[in-house]
T-cell receptor, first 114, second 111 residues
Framework: AQTVTQSQPEMSVQEAETVTLSCTYDTSESNYYLFWYKQPPSRQMILVIRQEAYKQQNATENRFSVNFQKAAKSFSLKISDSQLGDTAMYFCAFIKGGAQKLVFGQGTRLTINP | NAGVTQTPKFQVLKTGQSMTLQCAQDMNHNSMYWYRQDPGMGLRLIYYSASEGTTDKGEVPNGYNVSRLNKREFSLRLESAAPSQTSVYFC??????????FGPGTRLTVL
């Protein structure tokens, strides 16, 4: 079974700093997708970024970028120039190609301090 | 275009009571899902429906039943609620399994 591990339960940084959230996953599949979701206090799940395993280039979305290390099965999220609105729970998630089940990590609670 | 909607947003039950959580999506997606979120455990899949007329168990199905009423609607039923089912419940829908859309969640407390 696929597993997703986020080893940092909580992180805290100052506004404008750069922060990196860690995620590792375990799979024997070669075709899969990885996601980072943001969950602010409103509870809404918001897609931050998506990475297809077959793509070597790391995905980026404005201030958000990933470091996808396929051989190491690592998928970290970097937030540059962090803002107060980035304060949220962040979940890493995995799905293998053709499957139905999106598997989530335990989450990292990120706090951006003014 | 409302996306994924869930009702109710909050609910308090007594042990043994039953209730149904409703979910609807207006994106014409084939796949729909029910997850529960507990502190420190992320989101865990309860049941899913890959298409209208089909349902399958996820990681934590015990104590729950589901109905895929039509392509738009997917309900989750607790027949006899237990305190262990206190959680936040999310419905989600997906097309092509690369884009997922989540509802706003239902906070359920079982006393």
């Amino acid at each position: 079974a696929q597993t997703v591990t986020q080893s940092q339960p909580e992180m805290s940084v100052q506004e404008a700093e750069t922060v990196t959230l860690s995620c590792t996953y375990d799979t024997s599949e070669s075709n899969y997708y990885l996601f980072w979701y943001k969950q602010p206090p409103s509870r809404q799940m918001i897609l931050v970024i998506r990475q297809e395993a077959y793509k070597q280039q790391n995905a980026t979305e404005n201030r958000f970028s990933v470091n996808f290390q396929k051989a190491a099965k690592s998928f970290s999220l970097k937030i540059s120039d962090s803002q107060l609105g980035d304060t949220a729970m962040y979940f890493c998630a995995f799905i293998k190609g053709g499957a139905q089940k999106l598997v989530f990590g335990q989450g990292t609670r990120l706090t951006i301090n003014p | 275009n409302a996306g994924v909607t869930q009702t109710p947003k909050f609910q308090v039950l007594k042990t043994g009571q039953s209730m149904t959580l409703q979910c609807a999506q207006d994106m014409n997606h084939n796949s729909m899902y029910w997850y529960r979120q507990d502190p420190g455990m992320g989101l865990r899949l309860i049941y899913y429906s890959a298409s209208e007329g089909t349902t399958d168990k996820g990681e934590v199905p015990n104590g729950y039943n589901v109905s895929r009423l039509n392509k738009r609607e997917f309900s989750l039923r607790l027949e006899s609620a237990a305190p262990s089912q206190t959680s936040v419940y999310f419905c989600a829908s997906s097309e092509a399994l690369r884009s997922w859309f989540f509802g706003p969640g239902t906070r359920l407390t079982v006393l």
